[in-house]
């Protein structure tokens, strides 16, 4: 009995529900100055703790319907197991570890995460430093 319910344990933990996790793709760390110069204009211009930024924000208008996020829960409670970034237009899904900071910046097919928590609040953004992941093309 106890083999079988072990099995179902291992199989239901074996199941994943995306494609690729974030941590496991190439990136590289890259401060405010060395970003892409639309991007530096756009993240000037975002009003300081808006409350309109949610967990992503798509830079270029045409990825704005693009991409969302969604939350995968756990098996057992109310938690969140990871956080999911979904590319419709590739059918493509990201695991994103839970407790990552936030918002994901989404721009020429890249995903830059800040390497901390609050970046437009307080603290100076332009002192913020990115992990950048290239986006898979399906």
């Not at 703790?49 to 996020?69: A, E």
């Not at 437009?120 to 992990?131: H, L, N, Q, S, V």
Request: charged fraction near 25%; include cysteine; charge should be neutral.
């Amino acid at each position: 009995m106890r083999c079988i319910i072990a099995f179902i344990l291992v199989f239901i933990c074996s199941c994943k529900n995306y494609d690729y996790d974030i941590e496991d793709m190439r990136s590289e760390q890259v401060s405010f100055a060395k970003l892409p110069l639309k991007l530096k204009k756009y993240l000037s211009m975002v009003p300081p703790c808006d409350p309109k930024i949610g967990m992503y924000l798509c830079v270029n208008v045409s990825d704005s319907s693009r991409f969302f996020t969604e939350s995968e829960p756990t098996i057992i409670g109310p938690w969140i197991s990871y956080e999911k970034l979904i590319d419709k237009k590739n059918n493509i899904i990201y695991k994103i570890a839970t407790g990552t900071p936030s918002p994901y910046i989404i721009f020429r097919n890249k995903v830059y995460i800040p390497n901390e928590y609050n970046i437009f609040c307080g603290e100076d953004f332009r002192e913020a430093m990115y992990t950048v992941y290239q986006l898979k093309q399906e």
